[in-house]
C-alpha cells in the first residue's frame, strides 16, 4: 500500500512537472492543491473548536461530577461530543492528513525524480539536503538550502505564536514561546539532512497555513464563537449531574 502511494505520488508530480516544465514548480501546485482540499476540513474544525470553546464549562462539569466513575464519565463524555457534533481529533486531521504526503514526498525526491531537478536552477538539486551541499563545499549553492531550513523552523514557530495571542495568560505565553523555540530548533536539526524539495513543500504549506488563519481561520472562529455564545445563552445545555452513590461502609462489631 505505501509503496502503491509513493509511486502514485511519483505520477502526479512527474505530472504536473510535465505541464509547467520544472519540478520545484511542481512540488509548489501539488502543495497548494494539498492545502486547496483541506481547506473545507479546516474551517469545519475551527468551527467544531470555537463551538467546544463555548461548551467548555459543561465538559468540565461533566468531568468534575463524575470524576469518582470513570466508566459513566466516558460515556457521558462520548454523549456529549455525539450531542454537540465535536471531534476531539478533528482539529489535528489536516495535519494528519499531510504527513504521509510529507514522508512519501522524501522517497518520490530521492529515487524517482530525474539527476538535477531544480527549482528554476535556484534550488538545484532537490534531491539533495543542505548538509549535502554544504559538505559539497558549494556554500553560495549551500546559502539557498540554509534559507529553506531556517524558513522550515521559523514557520514552524510563527502559528504557535498566532495560536497564543488570545491568552491574558503571561506565564502560558512564556511557555507556548519557549516550546515553539524549542521546537524550532529541532525542525531545522531535522531539516538539516531532508531534501531541499520536501522542505519547499513544508515551507510553501506552512506559509499557506499561516495565511489561511490570519485571513479566514480567525474570521470563521470568531463568527463560530458568536453563534455558539448565542446559541448557548438561548439554549442552555442541562447536564444530568446525578453522582453514583458509593456504598456505606460495614461497621466493624464491638
Known amino acids: 500500500m505505501w509503496d502503491w502511494f509513493i509511486g502514485f505520488l511519483a505520477q502526479v508530480l512527474a505530472g504536473i512537472a510535465g505541464l509547467v516544465g ?3 514548480m511542481a512540488v509548489i501546485i501539488l502543495t497548494l492543491l494539498v ?13 467544531s473548536s470555537a463551538r467546544m470553546q463555548v461548551l467548555q464549562p459543561q465538559l468540565q462539569a461533566i468531568q468534575e461530577r463524575y470524576a469518582d466513575d470513570p466508566e459513566r464519565q466516558a460515556e457521558e463524555m462520548r454523549k ?3 450531542e454537540n457534533s465535536f471531534n476531539p481529533l478533528g482539529g ?22 530525474p539527476e538535477g531537478a531544480s527549482f528554476y536552477n535556484i534550488i538545484n538539486p532537490l534531491s539533495e539536503s543542505a548538509s549535502e551541499v554544504v ?9 539557498v538550502f540554509i534559507v529553506l531550513v531556517v524558513l522550515f523552523g521559523v514557520l514552524t514557530f510563527i502559528p504557535m505564536i498566532l495560536n497564543n495571542t488570545t491568552s491574558a495568560d503571561i506565564d502560558q505565553r512564556r511557555m507556548t514561546y519557549g516550546m515553539g523555540g ?4 529541532m525542525m531545522m536539526w531535522f531539516g538539516w539532512s ?7 513543500y513544508y515551507n510553501v504549506s506552512s506559509l499557506w497555513g499561516v495565511i489561511q488563519q490570519l485571513f479566514i481561520t480567525n474570521r470563521v472562529r470568531e463568527s463560530a464563537l458568536k453563534e455558539a455564545k448565542e446559541k448557548a445563552a438561548n439554549m ?19
Not at 35 to 47: E, M
Request: glycine residues 4%; proline residues 8%.
Open 236 to 254: 442552555p445545555i442541562e447536564v444530568d449531574v446525578v453522582r453514583r452513590e458509593r456504598a456505606k461502609r460495614p461497621r466493624k462489631k464491638s
Open 80 to 82: 456529549f461530543y455525539s
Open 194 to 200: 531532508v531534501p531541499a524539495g520536501v522542505l519547499l
Open 182 to 185: 524549542m521546537t524550532s530548533l
Open 22 to 24: 520544472d519540478w520545484g
Open 35 to 47: 492545502r486547496l482540499a483541506l481547506t473545507p476540513l479546516t474551517i469545519r474544525s475551527t468551527k
Open 92 to 113: 489535528c486531521l489536516p495535519v494528519l492528513l499531510q504527513m504521509p504526503i510529507f514522508f512519501a514526498l522524501f522517497n518520490v525526491l530521492r529515487n524517482h525524480i
Open 135 to 143: 559538505a559539497s563545499g558549494d556554500m553560495a549553492k549551500a546559502a
